[in-house]
Every structure is written in C-alpha cells, then in structure tokens.
Nanobody, 126 residues
C-alpha cells in the first residue's frame, strides 16, 4: 500500500528549529520527486520545497530560502525538511507528497503531486 507519513512537527518559539520527516512505503522512492507543502488556516496550500528522485536537484519557495533545507535518504525511504529560524508565519500543517510523474522534475505546485500524507502541525509562537 502506497503511503507517506509525516512526523516531527510541534510547537516552537520564533527562531527555533524542527526536522520534519516523510516516511514513504509502497513505491520506489528514488524514482519520484517529493515535495513539501504547507497550509495555514484560511489559506491555500503552498509549495515549500521539493527534491528530485536522486536528490541532485532541489527547489524552494523564496519565503523559506536560506532557512529550510530538504534532503532525502533513499535507503531509509525518508525525505527530510530541516526548518530553521522559524517565524510565526511558518505556522501551518506541513504535508509531503509524491510527484505525479515518474522521474518528473521537482516542482512546487500542488497539481504536480498525486499521493499525500496526512500532515504534521507546526506552530511557531512565543
């Protein structure tokens, strides 16, 4: 059964850090790009970062460049999102998703992804 399961979210003060994990099963991870998205209350889901199947290509939204780092360990079937220097506006539910197209490029729009995890809550507040 194909699954993506996020973990690592929590409550953190501004300036703090978290490492989010996306554990996948049911498909060959290195054949697909994986994206991280987030959704704040009352807002649309937005792309945060993505990484190609081999890990050789990444892309991030301008709002998180220099603060968030995406990586993957295909041997562990896991993709990570290291989030540093967190701001209150980073608050939201963070989702990982599998790229729709086999060996497709890393993209940050939601329509490019077919399977989604259930999300993990990140709250940045003092």
């Amino acid at each position: 059964q194909l699954q993506l399961v996020e973990s690592g979210g929590g409550l953190v003060q501004p300036g703090g850090s978290l490492r989010l994990s996306c554990a996948v099963s049911g498909f060959t991870l290195d054949s697909y790009a994986i994206g991280w998205f987030r959704q704040a209350p009352g807002k649309d889901r937005e792309g945060v970062s993505c990484i190609s199947g081999t890990g050789g290509s990444t892309n991030s939204a301008d709002s998180v460049k220099g603060r968030f780092t995406i990586s993957r360990d295909n041997a562990k079937n896991t993709v990570y999102l290291q989030v540093n220097s967190l701001k209150p506006e980073d608050t939201g539910i963070y989702y990982c998703a599998r790229r729709l197209q086999l060996l497709g490029q890393c993209v940050l729009w939601t329509s490019g992804y077919d399977y989604w995890g259930q999300g993990t809550q990140v709250t940045v507040s003092s």
